[in-house]
T-cell receptor, first 111, second 116 residues
Framework: QKEVEQDPGPLSVPEGAIVSLNCTYS??????FMWYRQYSRKGPELLMY????GNKEDGRFTAQVDKSSKYISLFIRDSQPSDSATYLC???????????FGTGTRLTIIP | DAGVIQSPRHEVTEMGQEVTLRCKPI?????LFWYRQTMMRGLELLIY????????DSGMPEDRFSAKMPNASFSTLKIQPSEPRDSAVYFC??????????????FGPGTRLTVL
């Protein structure tokens, strides 16, 4: 079993919809939880991160961490075609040195 | 800054050949990471360096893989001999470790390797 599990999708939603992306994990030592966005034929870019449990909001994006359930989510409100990309969750115990990534969820926003 | 630079962007080779991938990290960054991305396994960390010294190579799949960082501005990942199952996109990333809670890893555009 992988340390981090992520539904690969693909996920297609109409423009303006709320998108929910999720990951589960098994390593209790993980303290940092990140979401990366990867456009086609590009490298991943950090979208946002959360330390320990709780919520974090940045514009149309909200990240949630539930450590008791070992479950993290990324919500995208008012989704736009420019949000079409692969979203990867990533986690680490100590910060940014050694990240464990999910396989990524491919998201398409339909105009 | 130009960001992390990787070369070549695409590489097609035949099984058994040696392959060398190159990376130039962002100037001033003191950590460098090599990753491999496939559909089945996602993004996997192969090895990372701190101040040019390899810190953790536990992700390197086999002895056929080797990585070096002769100076702060250059690193190579070599596969010898290459096999079809090595076909993947290889990413290089770098960080400048600071005092913040989290330091962002900046990824290069990747090298798409196809081994026939």
């Amino acid at each position: 079993q992988k340390e981090v599990e992520q539904d690969p999708g693909p996920l297609s939603v109409p423009e303006g919809a709320i998108v929910s992306l999720n990951c589960t994990y098994s390593n209790s030592a993980f303290q940092y939880f990140m979401w990366y966005r990867q456009y086609s034929r590009k490298g991943p870019e950090l979208l946002m991160y959360t330390y320990s449990s709780g919520n974090k909001e940045d514009g149309r994006f909200t990240a949630q961490v539930d450590k008791s359930s070992k479950y993290i989510s990324l919500f995208i409100r008012d989704s736009q075609p420019s949000d079409s990309a692969t979203y990867l969750c990533a986690m680490s115990a100590w910060g940014n040195e050694k990240l464990t990534f999910g396989t990524g969820t491919r998201l398409t926003i339909i105009p | 800054d130009a960001g992390v630079i990787q070369s070549p962007r695409h590489e097609v080779t035949e099984m058994g050949q040696e392959v060398t991938l190159r990376c130039k990290p962002i100037s001033g960054h003191d950590y460098l990471f090599w990753y491999r991305q496939t559909m089945m396994r996602g993004l996997e960390l192969l090895i990372y360096f701190n101040n040019n010294v390899p810190i953790d190579d536990s992700g390197m799949p086999e002895d056929r893989f080797s990585a070096k960082m002769p100076n702060a501005s250059f690193s190579t990942l070599k596969i010898q001999p290459s096999e079809p199952r090595d076909s993947a996109v290889y990413f290089c990333a770098s960080i400048q470790m600071g005092t913040g809670e989290l330091n962002e890893q900046f990824f290069g555009p990747g090298t798409r390797l196809t081994v026939l």
